[in-house]
C-alpha cells in the first residue's frame, strides 16, 4: 500500500465520519428505516433463503446505520445470526445470549458492542451484513482502517466467500479511490434510496 493510498483513504474517512456523526439522530433513524425496508428487496435475505443459514449481522457504532429491524426479520426467518468480536487482533463471529438485548453483548476493545458466546470453532457465513464509512459504486470499501473484516472474508476460498452486503446512507457512497490488493470488495451496497449490485452493475432507484 503506498502512502498516497492511506493518505487518500484517511482523508475519506475523516470526511464521511465527520458527516456521520453530525447526522441528526431523527434523520439517522428514519434513514435507518428505509434502509432496512431496501435490504428486505433482496432475493438473498427472503424468507425461504435464509432458513437455516448463517448471516452475520453488526451492532450500530458512531452513527452508522441501525439494522436491528433486519436482525429481527432474520432471527424470526429461522436465520442463524451472528455478530462480529475482535479477540487475539482478529475478527470472529459469535451470538448474543439474549436476542437484541444490550445484555446479551459486551464492550469490546474498539469500543463496539460485541456478543458474549464464541463458538470453539469459527463458523462458516452464508452472508455477512457489513459495516464501513465510504463505499464506491464498484463495491470498493474504506474500514475503520485495521483491515478486521479483510482479514476475516480473505480466510475464505473465493469460491466459498458469503454474499457480502452493505447498509450505508447514500452520503457514504463516493468517487473512486484506490484500493489495496488485500480489499475484500462488497457484492452488493444498499442506502436509503438505492440498491446497487456491483457484480453486474445493476442499479435500482427507489423514490423516497
Known amino acids: 500500500m503506498s502512502v498516497n493510498t492511506d493518505a487518500e483513504k484517511d482523508e475519506i474517512r475523516r470526511r464521511i465520519k465527520q458527516i456521520r456523526l453530525k447526522q ?7 434513514k435507518s428505516v428505509k434502509i432496512v425496508n431496501n435490504l428486505l428487496t433482496l432475493p438473498e435475505l427472503g424468507r425461504e433463503h435464509v432458513f437455516g443459514r448463517k448471516v452475520a449481522l453488526f451492532k450500530s457504532f458512531a452513527g452508522e446505520p441501525d439494522i436491528t ?3 429481527d426479520y432474520l432471527n424470526n426467518s429461522g436465520a ?3 455478530f462480529p468480536a475482535i479477540r487475539d487482533n482478529r475478527l470472529t463471529m459469535g451470538k448474543p445470549d439474549i436476542n437484541c438485548d444490550i445484555n446479551g453483548f459486551i464492550r469490546g476493545k474498539l469500543g463496539i458492542l460485541e456478543p458474549t458466546v464464541l463458538p470453539e ?16 459504486t464498484e463495491g470498493k470499501r474504506i474500514g475503520f482502517g485495521k483491515a478486521y473484516y479483510d482479514r476475516y472474508l480473505g480466510s475464505y476460498d473465493i469460491l466459498s466467500r458469503p454474499l ?3 447498509p450505508v446512507f447514500d452520503f457514504q457512497i463516493v468517487d473512486d479511490f484506490s484500493v489495496s490488493l488485500h480489499d475484500i470488495p462488497i457484492n452488493v451496497i444498499v442506502s436509503e434510496s438505492e440498491v446497487l449490485r456491483t457484480d453486474c452493475n445493476q442499479r435500482t432507484i427507489y423514490v423516497p
Open 24 to 30: 441528526p439522530e431523527i434523520e439517522r433513524t428514519l
Open 69 to 71: 429491524g433486519l436482525y
Open 80 to 82: 442463524e445470526c451472528y
Open 121 to 136: 470453532k469459527e463458523p462458516d457465513m452464508d452472508i455477512v451484513i457489513i459495516p464501513g464509512i465510504a463505499f464506491t
Open 164 to 166: 457480502i452486503i452493505a
